[in-house]
């Protein structure tokens, strides 16, 4: 694509962003917030209008007796899915343009499944949506989100390291061909952060870390609006700081990362050895008795439950990731940090933690213009958020 | 400012940008660079050539054989001053606006200074070069940086925690008044990481991060090819991430921060106190046994004369640093990490350090792709970057 054509894109999506975000917003307005032509904003906004994408929502007479048009977001116009790949879960949502979530669908991922079963799972998920009633044939784009690196511009999901085997799989050939729909892949924390910037707490907000907590940790950035990638999109990497030089191996090869301590993995990985160790009846109680078959949400559980064993291990988490969180503010300076993933909504242990560390940890001057806030979409947040970035990319282009 | 206004000085900015990297363009490259309108870009190029600013350096005859200009930055057109305000020195330069230094200035800054001799000793070295004859009265500019945090718009420097009583600085109103010309403020890693954007290892890479290591450390940090701010203007504060936290009280209140190991401060109170202990003849001997006289640079020094005491320190300082850069690379993923402030230049036993350091703890997958390299700028790259923000800001608005 020639940079050109990227960046008369761009504008497109820009004025979809903003009325987004004000809800209502007339033309003037948009090319006042954009310093454009005035020209130039009303020939893209004619052409979203044909497009069924904004919709006339309403009229403002202005002082002077001028009637304007107010536009906005025509949520039904523009149907996507959104797949959200973890390592312990497929998840699907059929979601509008204004991020309305129409039907949903969930695969439980067990841990050593083929990369091939994955794929079937991820695509008949993607099929059952496709072919809901909700669905008809307006669906425009899908997205796919998964944890790790990817190959910018190709879809190819490069390595998630937390699912075995899983490397150079070419997603958007794979989903394009079999539904013949556009397809946009991205990495799921920075999918979670958009989903934020648009329907959560990260409306309005120019500067903001999004904290995706689960099975594995990843940080989804906004500076000046706009997701920061990275060379070749690899941004984000906060389970792969270093918190302990000397701490344990990681997947990744390295010593010491914040996945090791405080990932979901980690938390399964160390209540299994506490279960085994006879340090948490309540645990083995909770299992079966089975160790292995612990996860992290059981410790959260337990920790709520007052399981002392638990407690701790959910603490030491909190801290590390408290301590991981503000050191990337110290070199971001957000005015909004946002805690995710499925971790963060198993009871308050976790997120008071990693309060109280951010704020011991992170600089005075960064640590009161950086407010934490939990994160209220959910599960689906990834799913959703990747779901709206597959429409926008479309509709800037069409 | 209004919103309309800044962004019509962002496309000036860019154009001169564009051309500064390409060395000479056309009015057709700008416009598809940018994918801007062909009337706009000749607008705003017709702008920049009737001030000076852009000269026309020669023709190019397209194959359709159109002769077409090309254009270039009209160095001695614009001058300006930087002023770079450090714990140990205020160093000023006169810069042309392709960042030839003309002149430069230099006061040792004593610790403990009261702000109003600082002040004086800058002020001095700005009257010096203005009344330069090379400065003639070309000068449009004058870019003050400061290290830690300013408030943006005012030109106040909030906080300098290495410079004693140094609090609310009202910068570029003293500057503005003194000397009639437009003041830009800004924190000196930033200013750094321009100069390396525009005159060294920086120039046409988009995502990379610049260390600025000396009394105290910084980062500045671009991002798809702009400088990142963060929220009112904080980004940058690496010398505050906690490398260790149960390590020393650090100067801002935490503790264990990378300033309290690794910063020129921090290795010249180690050595202090090891002279002290009998630790290191050399050093004893480099400081004629004046222990509290003793500076990093000469800690460096001994540890490429194979001092052993300072090979310890220079290499535990090297090991948090390089750590502290591997964990902002990890979330920034940069495709380039260089290596500056007073204290690389003083042997390699540091930056060694510093790489091993780096790779051991960076992420693969993102190390391969951040190459590191040491500043070649020396010690005015804070005064030349900050001189060439001001007269971009200027000529932006001109």
Known sequence: MKRRSILKKAKRVRILDLVREMGESSRGEIA??????????????????????????????????????????????????????GATHVIGVLSDLAGVVLERAFFEVRPGLPMEIILE???????????????????????????????????????????????????RELFETEFREPVY?????????????????????????????????????????????????????????????????????????????????????????GIRAGKSPLLRDLTHGDADAVTAQDVAMAATMADA????????????????????????????????????????TLTDTIKEAFHRNCMPGIREQARIAVSALGADASARGIALQALEIVFAGA
Chains 1, 2 share one sequence.
């Not at 899908?142 to 511009?153: A, E, N, Q, R, W």
């Not at 989903?195 to 707490?201: K, T």
């Not at 500067?207 to 940790?217: H, K, S, T």
């Not at 110290?330 to 971790?343: E, K, Q, R």
Request: proline content about 3%; overall charge positive; some cysteine.
């Open 121 to 171: 799972q991820m695509k008949t998920i993607a099929a059952r949506l496709l072919s809901s009633g909700r669905a008809a044939s307006r669906v425009r784009a899908v997205g796919v989100c998964v944890p790790g690196f990817i190959k910018p511009g190709e879809g190819i999901s490069l390595i998630a390291e937390n699912i075995a085997g899983w490397r150079d799989v070419r997603i």
């Open 309 to 348: 064993f638990s407690i701790e291990v959910i603490r030491a988490a909190g801290v590390a990731v408290g301590l991981a969180l503000a050191n990337a503010a110290n070199i971001l300076a957000p005015s909004l940090v946002v805690l995710g993933g499925g971790l963060v909504s198993a009871g308050s």
């Open 32 to 85: 006042r917030e954009f310093s454009l032509d005035k020209k130039a904003v009303s020939l893209a906004v004619d052409g979203l209008l044909e497009e069924g994408i904004l919709a006339v929502s309403g009229y403002r007479t202005s002082r002077a007796g001028r009637r304007r048009e107010l536009l906005s977001i025509n949520g039904r116009h523009g149907i996507s899915i959104g797949i959200d790949l």
């Open 185 to 273: 892949v991205d990495d799921s924390s920075r999918a979670f952060a958009a989903a934020e910037r648009w329907l959560g707490h990260g409306r309005g907000q120019k500067d903001f870390i999004a904290l995706d907590l689960g099975y594995g940790i990843g940080l989804g950035i906004f500076s000046a609006g706009a997701p920061l990638m990275g060379a070749d999109w690899r941004s984000g990497e906060i389970g792969h700081t270093v918190v302990n030089p000397d701490g344990m191996p990681c997947a990744c090869g390295n010593r010491g990362c914040l996945e090791t301590v405080a990932s979901g993995k980690a938390i399964a990985r160390q209540a299994a050895e």
